[in-house]
């Protein structure tokens, strides 16, 4: 067998039922015991993005807004662009239905586990905060989990290096700027080797403020790009969200039994697709969130809550709804390539390549970003809370950054795949097991409201 082969087995033994049972259980399980909380409270979360909590004794090293905005940079990258590309090659049209459908149960999910991550958060032997599933882990559900825990965190560092911190995003970057623009592969790989070793020695504070500035810009920019090309094809949506539904359940029906797609591919391409786009119980935002300016752990659950929504529901709908209505996933186009064919067709000029891939550029860029940062909490969790050799990582970090580029496309999303998995697994574990916390705070948080002014 061929290394791909090896890894596509280990993949689709990781993405197996149990996986998919858990994550789908978990999100379910969440929006029915906080009853529709997403739904519902989904207005009040994206008002408390940009209002400031009232109140003092609000703990925390970075704002509300910047923490919300380091996870949205960790998650919009290259899985809204090639992500949602690969999925529907690997599952057909269908793969998208199931993105959507996780998504809207994952916003449970991304509440609990940052709600969490603020009520379990502590602070490190340097002083900075320190919070996540690692902490939640040990923290709420005792020493005896610390395995656990450690385990969370080995697989966090492993994503961060090897997953979706490095190699999708740079081989994404170099591959779109070759293709539409003739750079040599090898000197952007050096380009933007330089550039990210300058930004992740500055700490979370740097990161955060870059983030704060460009994933704004970048998310509005590129939808307003899709939002074009959906206006100049307006009269195929229609068609094309009704083939979306009807081929997740009948894919073979749907393509005509060309492709030979079948419902169990579709739902492991939306959903592993779908997770690794908006991350919902990997475990990742929560690090994010712990470090947030806030005193209330229910707060900080809706505002990051925003954070699915806006990446798969809008972000991943615009880049799938452009490949399927334009008909470019029928092609032989691959990742990036069939996104930029998707965008070119449906502007009907080479215009909608330029848009892709300034978009990838910024998306792919950001989320490196926000990954080096997640990689570090996890590394200093493992090594006992120091930050002595914290450098160690950073330089691994930033060389596997430079090799990425040379590897090959499938592999890498292969690779990311498998240990995104392993990466959720104890953290969904953890979900359950403090379960009743996150609804008990929020219940609480909402009788408190009645009477008191400054939580509304």
Known sequence: MSIDQILNTINSFVWGIPLLLLISGVGIYFTLKLRFLQFIHLPKAFAYMFTREKGNNQSGDISAFAALSTALAATIGTGNIVGVATAIQTGGPGAIFWMWLIALFGMATKYAECLLAVKFRTKDKDGFI????????????????????????????????FGIGTFPQVNGITTALHD???????????????????ITLGGVQRISKIASVIVPFMAIAYVAASILVLSINADKIPDTLIFIVHSAFNPESAIGGVVGFSVMQAIQAGVARGIFSNEAGLGSAPIAAAAAQTKEPVRQGLISMTGTFLDTIIVCTMTGLVIVLT?????????????????????????????????????????????????ERCFVYLVGG??????????????????????????IWTV?????????????????????????????????????????
């Not at 996540?132 to 961060?160: D, N, R, S």
């Open 327 to 375: 008909g470019a996933w029928k092609g032989t186009a691959q990742g990036a390539e069939l996104t930029n064919l998707a965008f070119s067709q449906g502007l009907f000029s080479s215009v909608g390549a330029i848009i892709v891939t300034i978009g990838l550029i910024f998306f792919a860029f950001t989320t490196i970003l926000g990954w080096c940062y997640y990689g």
């Open 386 to 411: 120091r930050t002595k050799g914290i450098k160690f990582y950073r330089i691994a970090f930033i060389a596997l950054i430079a090799i990425a580029p040379f590897i090959h496309l499938n592999t």
């Open 180 to 198: 539409t623009f003739d750079l040599p592969i090898l000197l952007t790989a050096l380009v933007l080797t330089l550039i990210v070793a300058a």
């Open 416 to 456: 990311a795949d498998i240990v995104n998995g392993l990466m959720a697994f104890p953290n969904l574990v953890a979900l359950i097991g403090l379960r009743h916390i996150v609804i008990a705070e929020t219940r609480s948080y909402f009788e408190r409201m009645k009477t008191d002014l400054n939580l509304r």
């Open 130 to 161: 320190a919070g996540g599933p690692m902490y939640y882990i040990e923290l709420g559900m005792g020493k005896q989990w610390k395995w656990l825990a450690k385990t969370f965190a080995f697989f966090g560092v492993m994503v961060a290096l």
